[in-house]
């Protein structure tokens, strides 16, 4: 049976959320992790028997797994496929055509009170930073950019952002952890970076957010100008359109 002791995924991320929300996200990360193996078969009796719940919420995460492609659902059941580093580096693609897509959003709109939420967010950063608590400054990371993203008022980008939210969740918060441990120094970089995401939205400086752009995504800079420019023409695009 398993413990609280156990639980990769922070319990305190997860204070409204069913049965069900609670196995998916224990059971994404064990994956991720690499706790639960690539090959392993998921048995839905044996998974009510460790999350002492019923087979309901069992076959509910097993089914939000199978849409995010990290397990193949089988007959009572399922096989863990995880991630590869092409599908990692696929992820941090989107997200990345996401942010710059926002900005260009951002630099027609009145971004004085984004600011200022983002500098609370980034207060919050600083003391999780403060007092090595990783998971606190993992959830504020992601809010941080969140927040940023949901300021543009745009369904369809939002519904890509809550559909790669998850996963990208687990990777973040399993990356944060690590640099704790291993490399504690490497948040005055994180931390003077997410200030420089607010400089640029404040001044509304696409050189500014380009820089930011390659200290954030610093494993796929050689994209960075690529997908910048491809916001850029689509912005001018629909500009030309409407006019």
Known sequence: MMVESEFLYPSKW????????RVTSE????????GIESGTILSENKLAADFTVSRSPIREALKILAS??????????????????KEIEEIYDVRLLIESFVFERLVKM????????????LEMMKVAVKYSDADEFSYQD????ETIIRAVNHSHILMIWNNLKPVMESLILLSMRMRFKEKYEDFTRIINNHELYIEA???????????SLHENFDDVQGKVEDLWMS???LSKGVVQQND
């Open 231 to 233: 916001q850029q023409m």
């Open 142 to 145: 992601v809010l941080f950019h």
């Open 27 to 34: 059971l994404r990360m064990r994956i991720i992790s690499g």
């Open 68 to 85: 995010e492609n990290i397990i193949r659902l089988e007959r009572m059941g399922a096989v863990v496929i995880g991630l590869s580093e």
């Open 201 to 211: 939205i404040k001044a509304k400086d696409r050189d500014l957010m380009i820089k």
């Open 14 to 21: 997860l204070l409204k959320a069913s049965a069900g929300d």
């Open 110 to 121: 009145d971004t004085n009170d984004l600011a200022k939420e983002l500098s609370k967010i």
